[in-house]
């Protein structure tokens, strides 16, 4: 069992940036992979961006070139920097942890991007 804690969300205007961590905890195994969902009012989650413990990325074409997921193997912690926020970019926020077939889902930390 993983927990997983979010922080760093909240109210930014257009054009500003944004950095969200997630702290992992519990049975952490090597070899896996932590990333970033979202979920929009009245849509369905979405991957943002994720990210192996071996260093490979994956990202939504929506934000490649504006977010950057990083992370910390020796802390367990996984970090998402948005920049160039949009409207669109509005939504709740959801820390994803997976090794093999289980995976964890953090609490989840609102981005409201709006002037």
């Known amino acids: 069992q993983v927990q997983l804690v979010e922080s760093g969300g909240g109210l930014v205007q257009p054009g500003g940036s944004l950095r969200l961590s997630c702290a992992a905890s519990?049975?952490?195994?090597?070899?896996?992979?932590m990333g970033w969902y979202r979920q929009a009012p009245g849509k369905q989650r979405e991957l943002v961006a994720d990210?192996?413990?071996?260093?490979?990325?994956n990202y939504a074409g929506s934000v490649f070139g504006r977010f950057t997921i990083s992370r910390d193997n020796a802390k367990n912690m996984v970090y998402l920097q948005m920049n160039s926020l949009k409207p669109e970019d509005t939504a709740v926020y959801y820390c994803?942890?997976?090794?093999?077939?289980?995976?964890?889902w953090g609490q989840g930390t609102q981005v409201t991007v709006s002037s």
């Open positions: 994803r942890f997976v090794v093999g077939p289980f995976g964890s």
């Open positions: 519990g049975s952490i195994f090597s070899s896996n992979v």
């Open positions: 990210m192996t413990s071996g260093g490979s990325t």
